[in-house]
């Protein structure tokens, strides 16, 4: 089983609708982060968190919302979805409380949104 | 503000050849990140640099640091088909700031 996995994988949705994306992951990790990659504009950064009490905003946090609910659980809202947040977003988490002293970054699989 | 530049964006190189992709960052850092995505895929971890001068290999891929200059390639030797893919590289201030990827195309 996959290590870090987010739903749904592919979401078409309309303008203002509100949407909401999850990533999960079993590897124990405390950190999670939410990247959105466009083509020809590589990841961006949108929040991450270091533990559960935890959040902050990346490059591009506007118009967007997180949710740390656990440890291994870290979600995305768009509130009012509109076309220009059209992307593949990852979900990544790494670890810094086993001893490690750099920041590998584990990706999910990626959620494809498409907002008409 | 960190700035990660990856040069060049896009690569079309023959089966057999020998290139290197540059990856230049704007600020002091001693950790650098190579991932790579292959198309409609997730990033996948290639390389952890972690000092001045660390070179990691693996198979027909080759990556180094040097922090003073503040630069890291990835040299690719005797490209196969199979490498084909995007190359991101990445530095850790404290959270990742990545490039805008090399996309790469081995033809036959």
């Known amino acids: 089983d996959a290590d870090v996995t987010q739903t749904p994988r592919n979401r078409i949705t309309k303008t203002g609708k509100r949407i909401m994306l999850e990533c999960s992951q079993t590897k124990g990790h405390d950190r999670m982060y939410w990247y959105r990659q466009d083509p020809g504009l590589g990841l961006r950064l949108i929040y991450y968190?270091?533990?559960?009490?935890?959040?902050n905003k990346g490059e591009i946090s506007d118009g967007y919302s997180v949710s740390r609910q656990a440890q291994a659980k870290f979600s995305l809202s768009l509130e009012s979805a509109i076309p220009n947040q059209t992307a593949l977003y990852f979900c990544?988490?790494?670890?810094?409380?086993?001893?490690?002293?750099?920041?590998?970054?584990?990706f999910g699989p990626g959620t494809r949104l498409t907002v008409l | 503000e960190l700035k990660v530049e990856q040069n060049p964006l896009f690569l079309s190189m023959q089966e057999g050849k020998n290139y290197t992709i540059y990856c230049n960052y704007s600020?002091?850092?001693?950790?650098l990140y190579w991932y790579r995505q292959d198309p409609g895929k997730s990033l996948e971890s290639l390389f952890v640099?972690?000092?001045?001068?660390a070179v990691k290999q693996e198979g027909r891929l080759m990556a180094s640091l040097d922090t003073k200059a503040r630069l890291s390639t990835l040299h690719i030797t005797a490209a196969v088909h199979d490498l084909s893919a995007t190359y991101f590289c990445a530095v850790d201030p404290l959270k990742l700031v990545f490039g805008k990827g090399t996309k790469l195309t081995v033809n036959p």
């Open positions: 968190s270091f533990d559960v009490k935890d959040i």
């Open positions: 990544a988490t790494s670890d810094l409380t086993s001893g490690a002293t750099y920041n590998e970054q584990f």
């Open positions: 600020t002091t850092s001693d950790r």
């Open positions: 640099l972690l000092s001045n001068g």
